[in-house]
């Protein structure tokens, strides 16, 4: 072997083992799908806890009222339009949009969609469940990141049955889908943005 060929040899070896020592150098840890439900929760669990809104139609009008949450109180001369005033009990459980107690139920003549929207008094921290597995990504102003997508869901805690059921009515929606962006900061993943 020629002087010439081990000074190339030996300058490519010099090349790929400083290739594999910066590679191993930068490596980044695993972020697998339970670490990156983890990391969500933890997000979720350090924002304010927050009321859910329901939308009640027709049909949870009349759940609401056979579970005492308001009474009728008033009925107009058209037979559509009624207010319903909360009951303590349903004072203790939702709020009505803007102030007061009383539900004025409006509907047009041949309205079908007609609704009004109320908010729980318990107040809880959203909750992420089925976590997709994490895959590499670009995301802006973050170096070496991932994301993953995942289920969003309210946590029912502290709410009486007869408002979870009127939640599960088909005008509302139980769940958002959405993606959590990761970032490697210091050497451990930790939530960049959730969207």
């Known amino acids: 072997m020629t002087k010439a060929t081990r000074i190339c040899a030996a300058g490519a070896l010099a090349v790929l083992g400083s290739g594999l020592w910066m590679t191993g150098c930068n490596s980044a840890p695993e972020l697998t799908k339970t670490n990156a439900l983890t990391l969500i929760q933890a997000d979720y669990d350090k924002r304010p806890a927050e009321p859910a ?4 139609d027709d049909m949870g009008l ?3 009222l056979n579970a005492k949450l308001w009474k009728l109180t008033k009925v107009y001369p058209n037979n559509r339009w009624a207010d319903y005033t909360l009951t303590d009990d349903g004072k203790k459980s939702v709020k009505l949009a803007g102030s007061g107690d009383v539900i004025q139920w409006r509907p047009e003549e041949g309205q079908k969609d007609f609704h009004f929207f109320v908010t729980t008094v318990a107040a809880n921290h959203l909750k992420a469940k089925d976590v997709a597995d994490p895959q590499d990504d670009v995301v802006a102003n973050v170096q070496t990141a991932k994301s993953a997508r995942f289920t969003e869901v309210y946590d029912w805690t ?3 049955d007869p408002v979870q059921t009127i939640s599960r009515n088909a005008i509302n929606r139980l769940s958002n889908k959405r993606q959590a962006d990761f970032a490697l900061v210091n050497g451990a993943w930790a939530v ?4």
Do not use: L, Y
């Open 158 to 160: 502290g709410v009486p």
């Open 53 to 56: 809104t329901i939308a009640v």
């Open 192 to 195: 960049h943005s959730i969207n």
């Open 62 to 64: 009349k759940q609401g």
